[in-house]
Each structure stands twice: as structure tokens, then as C-alpha cells.
């Protein structure tokens, strides 16, 4: 059985999306900056990783390897959204499309048929997504930080790091 997110009990659903976004990409040891729940034009809450400025995942199997891991980041971020989601409302999936045009930009390139080469990329991650939000370790440390983005609405790189190394001291 999955545990349930804190929103049940009055956090911020923005909070446990974004909460969930920065966990699955330390999970890959991907650097997160911040992480926040402040509107900002289109968004109501952002998770901020920026890619290194020589990433190349179409030539260095280690870059391609990590775009792997962001799409599931964000693929993790449509799952939990799918629980936040009250019932009868269809869920925006818009990390998705977010993955799907990071992978255009990064891997197969823009213009017709792009967009279903893309798909073609993502689609296999979605079991590992849904894999990740449902483990018990993970959804602790989506808890943890859910809680306290829904207080502080905004939480840096080093505040997330802190927060999932004292999730992994209280189960030890």
C-alpha cells in the first residue's frame, strides 16, 4: 500500500508536486537549486535544476543516461499530481509535455514528427515514475519536504538535501 501525502491533511498540493519533482532528481543525484511554490506567470510552483552547461545527451552516454533521470523527474511529478487531483478533474500532465519538449530540444530536434520521436523516449520511463513515488523510503522524503514547502513557499538546494537527510535519519 502507498503511504498517502500530507495534502490530506491540509498542505499545499503545489507543495508535495514540486516536493516530489526535487526528491526523484536528488534520488539521481541531480543538483536542485530551489524549489518553490510561488506563483510565478504560468506556474504555480517550480522545481529549479539547471542542466550543465556542457551537457551533450546525444554524444556522452552519461549525459544521455541523467536526461534519462530528469524525464523521469518529471513523469514523477504527473504521478503524484494524478493523486492530488480531486476526483472528476482530469490531471494537467503538463510535466510531460515539459519532458517531451526537453527531449525535443536535446535529443531529436524540432519540426514534424518530433513530437511523437519524443514520446517514443519518455513512454518507457513512465513504470519507473510510478515505481519511485510509490516507495515507502521515497514517499517519506516527499512528505518532509511537502510539509515544510507548504510553510516556507520557497526552499533552497541545501534546505531540500537537509530535509531528505534527516527523512533517512529517522528510519535508521
Known amino acids: 500500500?502507498?503511504?498517502?501525502?500530507?495534502p490530506w491533511s491540509g498542505g499545499s498540493p503545489t507543495a508535495f508536486h514540486e516536493?516530489?519533482?526535487?526528491?526523484?532528481?536528488r534520488q539521481f543525484d541531480i543538483h536542485v537549486c530551489l524549489a518553490t511554490i510561488v506563483e510565478?506567470?504560468?506556474?504555480?510552483?517550480r522545481t529549479i535544476a539547471p542542466l550543465p552547461a556542457d551537457f551533450d545527451p546525444?554524444?556522452?552516454?552519461?549525459?544521455?543516461?541523467?536526461?534519462?533521470?530528469?524525464?523521469?523527474?518529471?513523469?514523477?511529478?504527473?504521478?503524484?499530481e494524478r493523486e492530488l487531483t480531486p476526483e472528476g478533474v482530469e490531471p494537467t500532465q503538463e510535466d510531460y509535455s515539459c519532458a517531451a519538449?526537453?527531449?525535443?530540444?536535446?535529443?531529436?530536434?524540432r519540426g514534424p514528427g518530433q513530437w511523437e520521436?519524443?514520446?517514443?523516449?519518455?513512454?518507457?520511463l513512465r513504470p519507473a515514475a510510478a515505481m519511485?513515488?510509490?516507495?515507502?523510503?521515497?514517499?517519506?522524503?516527499?512528505?518532509?519536504v511537502g510539509a515544510v514547502l507548504s510553510e516556507a513557499k520557497v526552499l533552497s538546494g541545501d534546505e531540500i538535501d537537509d530535509l531528505i537527510r534527516a527523512s533517512d535519519r529517522q528510519t535508521t
Open 132 to 144: 519511485l513515488v510509490t516507495s515507502p523510503e521515497i514517499r517519506r522524503k516527499i512528505d518532509k
Open 58 to 80: 546525444k554524444s556522452n552516454p552519461q549525459d544521455e543516461r541523467e536526461l534519462r533521470n530528469r524525464v523521469v523527474g518529471y513523469l514523477a511529478g504527473d504521478e503524484i
Open 101 to 109: 519538449e526537453l527531449v525535443m530540444d536535446l535529443m531529436v530536434g
Open 19 to 25: 516536493a516530489c519533482h526535487a526528491v526523484v532528481l
Open 40 to 45: 510565478a506567470g504560468r506556474f504555480t510552483g
Open 117 to 124: 520521436r519524443a514520446t517514443k523516449y519518455i513512454d518507457p
Open 1 to 6: 500500500m502507498t503511504p498517502s501525502l500530507s
